[in-house]
């Protein structure tokens, strides 16, 4: 969602990447459900591990419970957004987490704008 977020409100000053300590393979159904609620089609996405993006250093890395999986990706800045794994999380919950990663990409988007 995170990915989809950056694209759909940052796609002129930030190029995402998302991936997963451990990926499944597939996006999450609830996911591709909420997101579609906002107008944006999570279909064509796939769930990414971590050596399935490109290995370059980043200007932001923003972690989401990875753990000692994501020291691995190199960054000029760090964050870690301490948000739940909605995947479990029965579908009024799951929109509550979706509408708070909305919150932060926004806020990381004002953020670069104003650098």
């Not at 990926?23 to 906002?38: L, Q």
């Not at 964050?79 to 739940?84: G, L, N, V």
Request: glycine share 6%; proline share 6%.
């Amino acid at each position: 969602m995170a990915e989809g977020f950056a694209r759909m409100l940052g796609a002129d000053i930030i190029d995402p990447y998302s991936s997963g300590s451990r990926p499944s393979g597939k996006v999450n159904d609830k996911a591709v459900t909420s997101m579609k609620e906002i107008g944006y089609d999570l279909t064509g996405h796939r769930s990414k591990g971590l050596d399935e993006i490109p290995d370059i250093e980043y200007d932001w890395v923003v972690t989401m419970g990875c753990a000692d999986a994501c020291p691995i990706i190199r960054a000029k800045q760090r964050e870690d957004w301490a948000i739940p794994d909605p995947k479990t999380m029965p579908m009024d919950q799951f929109v509550k987490v979706r509408d708070l990663i909305r919150q932060k990409i926004e806020a990381l988007i004002e953020s670069l704008k104003s650098k």
